[in-house]
């Protein structure tokens, strides 16, 4: 069903089905993948069976799955992308993600369609055309500010149609979805999933009179997206679904940056509890992470607003395309094999397998990979490091010259391991019938199940412990997607009942639980 007009969608990225499962475990309300064909990126597609499982899991949360089939088509594919387009919808995905509207003249299932970024959303007229033409989620143009966004809003319904933002990720130079360079250089189209990232190229620039302006710059390589500071405003503008950027980023990326998003959400959701106009996510449960989200620690070309708070000037990543890190301190000696670092903080500690950087010269970026880290004095933070490669090679490496770091294996490895916990919240409570006992359950959405045992009613010797024993036996619900909130128990006296009857009793009144949430599913 379609976000009701106070629901909050964080919708992340998905390259493969595990990446999808990781981020709504991670706190995703929805995720947007490929689908087998025709979902504008060209190695990103993923199988039916494999998107099943994905949506199987979503739907335990109430998360959507939406699917890709957002290229331009030509005419002899549109009969395979109608077929897909059933297959999807029988596999149980929430939403189509499209971009050509040819397909609106196709005998389509009664599936939602959202407005793909390559529609290129930058007006109130086209956003309530797309409305009207039936597309319930349609998300605007990164380049739009907080007053063009607000007159998109005005000019839609919210009951009818979502308005979806970019929040996070890798921005094009060229206007959203509007990008013919790659046709230009290759006669290939990035509008049929093909881009050849010519923006990340470095480019010499010439005036009118052939002088050169730019030497070797990446003069058309923007910075990252990053609006974690402006989500109470783009809300107050009329965005309900916040959009990671990253259909080909790794696991790691979707984990780490789905958990900084959702724990942002979260606390504004909560902030405004008791306001005028409460906020709710759009899925069910709550999220723990075994980690502190941080965007810096993948892969971003710096980070910039661009033009939500209006047009800035500092928005291009024109010295490098790659990743600088962060910064960890200053080179103290170069030896014949190894480099020694002081580092700015004594909390920072490096592994072997990090990947350190520092700028040249010429402000080229230039990587080195540690091979193995020693700590040569603990107070002066000093570190001896042995780089994988010979020290010859490393351009203008020398005394003073500041280091970043922008691969932190520590950091890798944490998120490599099971690093969150979703849980939906529910109420227990234990009656006792003629011939056993039953157990009702409850969750935070209202679906409720409830099991029961034939079990002689056999007095406890010590009733205090009885009952613990009751709420301790019932309270293990950590192998489910459920944690109690309360246990009440519903009986003449505490009662002595086997484990083993308990454990059976909870087990049956979760699968019945489970069985009540996925036919309650819109």
């Known amino acids: 069903m379609s976000l009701l007009p106070h629901q909050l969608e964080l919708l992340s990225p998905a390259r493969d089905a595990d990446i999808g499962i990781e981020a709504v475990n991670h706190g995703a309300d929805a995720v ?38 957002n290229t331009i088509l030509r005419d002899d594919e549109l009969e395979a992308a109608r077929k897909m387009a059933w ?37 109130p007229e086209k956003a309530r055309f797309l409305q009207d ?98 989500l109470r405003a783009l809300i107050d503008a009329g965005v309900r679904s916040f959009k990671i950027e990253g259909r080909y980023k790794d696991m790691g990326y979707v984990k780490n940056i789905t958990a900084h998003y959702r724990k942002l959400l979260d606390e504004i959701i909560e902030e405004r509890e008791f306001s005028d106009t409460p906020l709710a996510r759009s899925s069910s449960g709550s999220t723990t992470f075994s980690f502190t989200p941080d965007p810096d620690q993948n892969f971003n070309r710096e980070f910039t607003d661009y033009f939500v708070n209006g047009r800035k000037d500092d928005i291009g990543a024109f010295d490098t395309p790659k ?52 700590s040569v004095d603990a107070k002066k933070s000093l570190w001896r490091l042995f780089p994988k490669d010979p020290i010859a090679g490393f351009k203008d490496l020398r005394k003073g010259l500041e ?74 619900f950590g192998a489910t997607i459920f944690s109690v909130h309360d246990i009440g128990l519903q009986l003449s006296q505490p009662w002595f009942v086997p484990a083993s009857a308990l454990n059976q009793l909870r087990r049956d009144a979760v699968a019945a639980l489970e069985a009540a949430r996925q036919a309650g599913y819109a």
């Open 403 to 476: 280091v970043n770091r922008n691969r932190d294996m520590a950091w890798v490895r944490t998120l490599d391991k099971k690093s969150s916990d979703r849980r939906i919240g529910l109420w227990a409570e234990l009656k006792e019938t003629p011939d056993g006992f039953a157990l009702t359950l409850t969750d935070e959405d209202g679906f409720t199940a409830t099991a029961a045992i034939v079990q002689e009613h056999q007095a406890a010797t010590d009733a205090a412990r009885a009952e613990a024993t009751l709420r301790e036996q019932l309270g293990r």
């Open 87 to 123: 297959q999807i919808y029988e596999a149980g995905a929430d939403a189509l993600i499209i971009q050509d509207m040819g397909l609106l003249e196709l005998d389509l299932p009664p599936i939602q369609l959202h407005a793909s970024t390559q529609t290129d959303i930058r007006t």
């Open 133 to 230: 033409a039936g597309l319930s989620q349609i998300v605007v143009a990164r380049e739009l500010d907080l007053q063009q966004i607000a007159a998109v809003r005005a000019a839609t319904d919210p009951a009818r149609t979502t308005i979806e933002f970019f929040v996070h990720g890798a921005l094009c130079v060229a206007y959203s979805g509007q990008c013919y360079i790659t046709h230009a250089h290759t006669g290939r189209s990035a509008n049929r999933g093909d881009c050849n990232q010519a923006c990340r190229l470095p480019y010499e620039v010439l005036d009118a009179s052939g002088r050169i302006i730019a030497h070797e710059k990446h003069v058309l390589s923007m910075k990252d997206n990053n609006q974690s500071d402006n």
């Open 323 to 374: 990743t600088p890190g962060r910064a960890i301190g200053w080179v103290t000696k170069v030896g014949e094999n190894f480099v020694e670092i002081e580092t700015s903080s004594r909390d920072t500690e490096l592994h072997n397998g990090d990947g350190l950087c520092y700028y040249d010269l010429q402000k080229e970026l230039v990587g080195l990979q540690i091979n193995r880290a020693e």
């Open 32 to 69: 947007y993948i490929g689908g087998p064909a025709f979902g504008a990126r060209a190695t990103a597609g993923n199988d039916i069976r494999d998107l099943q499982r994905l949506i199987n899991h979503a739907h335990r949360f109430g998360s959507r799955i939406f699917i890709t089939l």
